[in-house]
């Protein structure tokens, strides 16, 4: 399996409305087992991004998938920055599934 | 929701013996929503842990019951230190699911 650890900081005040686009593909992207988005209750910009893929193909082939650029054409402008990027290799756990 | 995103370090060539005690219990314990255990691939030592639960408390809780309670009895000479924690709300994503 391929594991992201990310965060990234929205404009302010943008955070809902980031959050919310990145929350729009979660259950529909092939070879995703786990995709979570948080906020970081330290910084009202900042989100945090926990991501569990079969393959690190799987997720550089969902950011061709038409909802997903579309929703990173819409995110973009929201984005301030990026920080922690942190690739793993996940094991297992509670919580990993695979979308219909 | 309650998350949290931590890293620690195994003793030298015990990474493998800590990862299986780590997943012991993560399909029986009461409001996790998630929890993935990772390799990191740059380090042979260093674990990644990801963890939704229903609440700060639930997490709580879990330290305490007796099959969490005994792994981490045994986890703890496997252990060599403790590097990120960062506490999260998690808003919402794929693979989040509540134990039986």
Avoid at 23 to 30: A, K, S
């Amino acid at each position: 399996m391929y594991g992201l650890i990310g965060s990234l900081k929205a404009q302010a005040g943008q955070r809902e409305a980031l959050l919310a686009i990145l929350l729009e593909n979660v259950d529909t992207m092939p070879g995703c087992h786990s995709y979570v988005v948080a906020e970081d209750p330290e910084d009202p910009d900042v989100i945090w991004v926990t991501e569990v893929w079969d393959s690190a193909g799987s997720h550089r082939a969902s950011l061709a998938l038409p909802g997903v650029r579309d929703a990173i054409t819409r995110a973009k402008p929201l984005i301030a920055g990026f920080g922690q990027h942190t690739e793993t290799r996940p094991i297992g756990g509670h919580g990993l599934t695979i979308p219909a």
